[in-house]
């Protein structure tokens, strides 16, 4: 299965700024997910990277808030902007073509 | 969107113990997943179910995709201290190219020695 790089893999931030996190995968996917995971609680999904136009969101989460990019098949960032205390959460990348989804390690994102 | 309930929200066992934990849904999926996630890591898949009525078993773990679609168990025998975790199961809906993966609660399992 391919191998899933995240980059930070924590950062903490002061509110009302913005980080891009980034994700990197050693193959080629179609697909790729952004997922959202708030302490203690399960993964819920922000939006599907869509390579060549632009993402498709869950009902919940916006483009403004959470801008994406998908510049090629082994590339994606996802952006969490104007950051508040409820922003702190874990930022999962996903992959999954005819596999299963599996995922990054994650990128845990304290908001002061 | 779909919902899962996922049960028990925690376990406490003794090493060696087997044990169960389900997910139940109102919404019918395609694939059933199970995932375990350990403290600064991502979900890592444990075994994948794609008919219903399937049982698939990956060493000391066995799951079952339920008769109905609508739901799922995951058994761990003999329990070793390494098996700590929180166990996710996950309902995936695929329609063409799009897929719609749905995340139960988790299950947060304790191995007593």
């Known amino acids: 299965s391919a191998v899933i790089s995240q980059k930070p893999s924590r950062d903490i931030c002061q509110r009302g700024t913005s980080l891009t996190i980034q994700c990197q995968v050693d193959?080629?996917?179609?697909?790729m997910f952004w997922y959202r995971q708030q302490p203690g609680q399960s993964l819920t999904l922000i939006a599907t990277?869509?390579?060549?136009?632009?993402?498709?969101?869950e009902s919940g989460f916006v483009i403004d808030k959470f801008p994406i990019s998908r510049p090629n098949l082994t590339f994606s960032t996802l952006t969490v902007s104007n950051m508040s205390p409820e922003d702190s959460s874990i930022y999962l990348c996903?992959?999954?073509?005819?596999?299963?989804?599996?995922f990054g390690d994650g990128t845990r994102l304290s908001i002061l | 969107g779909q919902q899962l309930n996922q049960s028990p929200q925690s376990m406490f066992i003794q090493e060696g113990e087997d044990v169960s934990m389900n997910c139940t849904s109102s919404?019918?999926?395609?694939?059933w997943l199970w995932y375990k996630q350990d403290p600064g890591e991502g979900p890592v898949l444990l075994i994948a179910?794609?008919?219903?009525?399937e049982l698939t078993s990956n060493g000391r773990l066995t799951a079952q995709f339920g008769i109905t679609r609508k739901d799922s168990f995951l058994n761990i025998s003999a329990s070793i201290p390494s098996d700590v975790g929180i166990y996710f199961c996950?309902?995936?809906?695929?329609?063409?190219?799009?897929?719609?993966?749905?995340f139960g609660s988790g299950t947060q399992l304790t191995v007593l020695p």
């Open positions: 996903s992959v999954g073509d005819s596999q299963p989804q599996h």
């Open positions: 193959s080629q996917v179609t697909m």
């Open positions: 990277a869509n390579q060549g136009s632009e993402a498709t969101y």
């Open positions: 919404s019918i999926f395609n694939t």
């Open positions: 179910l794609y008919k219903a009525g």
């Open positions: 996950a309902g995936e809906i695929s329609s063409g190219s799009a897929r719609q993966l749905t």
